[in-house]
């Protein structure tokens, strides 16, 4: 894992322009002010690096499967391999979404699952609420994916399948939100006067 960071670092990251290094002896001389990248327009830039440049390198442990002398690069083995044997796309159905989304291991109580100050509940948890799950390693918790874009909703893995389950207030909100939305703001505190006058006697 380090070593595929340290490869991050050396042929992406120190190349783009609000780079600051791990240290301050890599930090450019305004990277702040050359701080102009936004997170969608970073995971363009790292997807195509992955795929243009990581993907390109040969690699030791692949051989072409009609010259096993030669070394190929990831993306020279999947042509190869296609042109051998096909390729067939296959659409993702609606579980392998749920599947990729993140996930946390949750309890099911009596309201239902609290989730980033937030509480989701349906009829289908009835059988399950105050009850363990057969995951002993996670102490009988359940498995609850969510979409950290949409967080009107969650899924947890029940016995019988996937249970789609509401935000509780997902009525009241009549616009598209984030979770970004929901967090509780932190509070107010009064920043005390450095230099306050002396009271007048």
């Known amino acids: 894992m380090e070593r595929t960071f340290r490869s991050i670092a050396d042929g992406f990251s120190q190349y783009l322009p609000d780079h600051t290094g791990s240290d301050v002896s890599q930090r450019g001389a305004a990277a702040e002010g050359d701080a ?3 997170l969608a327009q ?4 790292l997807d195509e690096w992955v795929v243009c440049g990581w993907q390109e390198r040969r690699n030791e442990a692949l051989r072409h499967p009609m010259m096993s002398q030669v070394a190929v690069s990831p993306n020279r083995m999947w042509a190869a391999l296609v042109a051998v044997t096909g390729h067939v796309p296959v659409p993702l159905s609606a579980d392998d979404y749920v599947e990729l989304l993140p996930m946390r ?3 099911i ?3 239902g699952i609290r989730f980033g100050y937030r509480t989701y509940d349906h009829a289908g948890l009835n059988p399950y609420r105050r009850r363990r799950s057969t ?3 996670k102490n009988g918790r359940f498995d609850v994916h969510h979409n950290p874009y949409a967080p009107s909703r969650v899924w947890a893995r029940l016995p019988e399948g996937w249970l789609e389950v509401p935000w509780i207030h997902a009525g009241a909100v009549r616009r598209p939100f984030t979770g970004v939305h929901l967090r ?3 509070a107010h505190r009064e920043v ?3 230099h306050r006058p002396a009271p007048r006697c």
């Open 36 to 38: 102009c990248l936004s």
């Open 42 to 45: 970073l995971l363009e830039l």
């Open 105 to 107: 291991w949750q309890t």
């Open 109 to 111: 109580n009596d309201y």
């Open 135 to 137: 995951r002993a390693d």
């Open 184 to 186: 509780p703001r932190p």
């Open 192 to 194: 005390p006067l450095l």
